[in-house]
């Protein structure tokens, strides 16, 4: 499987910005894209965005969306999440993980291949 690598997260304030990366090493299958998960303490894993890769389309979550954007490099290995205006509601551990359905899933059960996670945690 591809192991995938979060970066980037931090201690904000609220309105401030932050850029997650999410590479990905290894020869094994790639999925037909990737996506990004969030879990606060106490929740479930919650959907963020995903982009896929044969067209670079994406999908967010209402909470996030025209907030966030999602991204990938043209090599395929690394994706980003552009964070902007965060909010202390956005506190949580960031996940992204390998999209093994060809559609812009929101399930957890259509991706493998987790990463650790980033903590990104926002002060008000």
């Known amino acids: 499987q591809v192991q995938l690598a979060e970066s980037g997260g931090g201690l904000v304030q609220a309105g401030d910005s932050l850029r997650l990366s999410c590479s990905g090493s290894?020869?094994?299958?790639?999925?037909?894209?990737r996506g990004w998960f969030r879990q606060a303490p106490g929740e479930e894993r919650e959907f963020v965005a995903t982009?896929?890769?044969?067209?670079?389309?994406?999908n967010y979550a209402d909470s996030v969306k025209g907030r966030f954007t999602v991204s990938r490099d043209s090599a395929k290995t690394t994706i980003y999440l552009d964070m902007n205006s965060l909010k202390p509601e956005d506190t949580a551990i960031y996940y992204c993980a390998v999209r093994k359905v060809p559609y812009s899933a929101r399930e957890a059960k259509d991706y493998l291949s987790w990463g650790q996670g980033t903590q990104v945690t926002v002060s008000s």
């Open positions: 982009i896929t890769w044969s067209d670079s389309s994406t």
């Open positions: 290894g020869r094994a299958w790639n999925g037909y894209g």
